[in-house]
């Protein structure tokens, strides 16, 4: 089954504070995604990652940094949360770089007080 | 950077109208895929239509590539096609961007 998860899904966290959002993906792709969605801005990328321990920056990088340890898994960190990096965060993964078809997970709620 | 505009921002159909939407960009794209957003938030692929026409079951895509615009063509609409339609663009050598999407409400 092929399938990209997000934990977790909801998150409240306070301004200073540090944020680990995970993804998982079971298809052995190659390639992740990092995206935040706001209203009236769409999808922005803000990391890219090729494959374990090659990795990107998309088109916004700054105040996020990511991890890519295994394939299946890659993780977006927040250290010391700002009120602007409240939003939505879509993990998305693809067979290969730039032109294959994207798979997305369920997303994460962020909000950031 | 590349930039992708979609038109119209909204759109509102009686069931069983047709919707016709539309993806311009900036420079050249060697790849451009249509993806659907539920009012629930996910995200899935239509297709991919980097050149020419598709069709997938009632969606019909066309793209004019040196003219640099392609268009989603809904028939027939359902109200389990509301929702939000976006455009992402790519070109060699780059990742995909994406368009702000067209938000689409089908009404019995």
């Known amino acids: 089954d092929m399938k990209v998860t997000q934990m977790p899904r909801y998150l409240i966290k306070r301004m200073g504070e540090n944020v680990l959002l995970e993804c998982g993906q079971d298809?052995?792709?190659?390639?992740m995604y990092w995206y935040r969605q706001d209203p009236g801005l769409g999808l922005q990328l803000i990391y890219i990652?090729?494959?374990?321990?090659?990795?990107s920056e998309g088109d916004i990088p700054k105040g996020y940094r990511v991890s890519r340890k295994k394939r299946e898994h890659f993780s977006l960190i927040l250290d010391s949360a700002k009120t602007n990096q409240t939003s939505v965060y879509f993990c998305?993964?693809?067979?290969?770089?730039?032109?294959?078809?994207?798979?997305f997970g369920p997303g994460t709620r962020l909000l950031v007080l | 950077g590349q930039q992708v505009q979609q038109s119209p921002a909204s759109l509102v159909l009686q069931e069983g109208e047709n919707a016709e939407l539309q993806c311009n960009f900036s420079?050249?794209?060697?790849?451009l895929q249509w993806f659907y957003q539920s009012p629930g938030g996910s995200l899935v692929s239509l297709l991919s239509?980097?050149?020419g026409t598709k069709h997938t079951g009632r969606l019909t895509s066309t793209t004019v590539t040196k003219e640099r615009r392609s268009s989603l063509h809904i028939s027939s609409s359902q109200t389990t096609d509301s929702g939000t339609y976006l455009c992402a663009i790519g070109h060699s050598g780059t990742y995909q961007r994406f368009g702000t999407g067209t938000k689409l409400q089908v009404v019995p």
């Open positions: 998305a993964s693809s067979w290969g770089q730039y032109q294959d078809t994207q798979y």
């Open positions: 990652s090729y494959d374990v321990d090659s990795n």
């Open positions: 420079s050249t794209a060697t790849q």
């Open positions: 239509n980097p050149s």
């Open positions: 298809m052995s792709h190659e390639t």
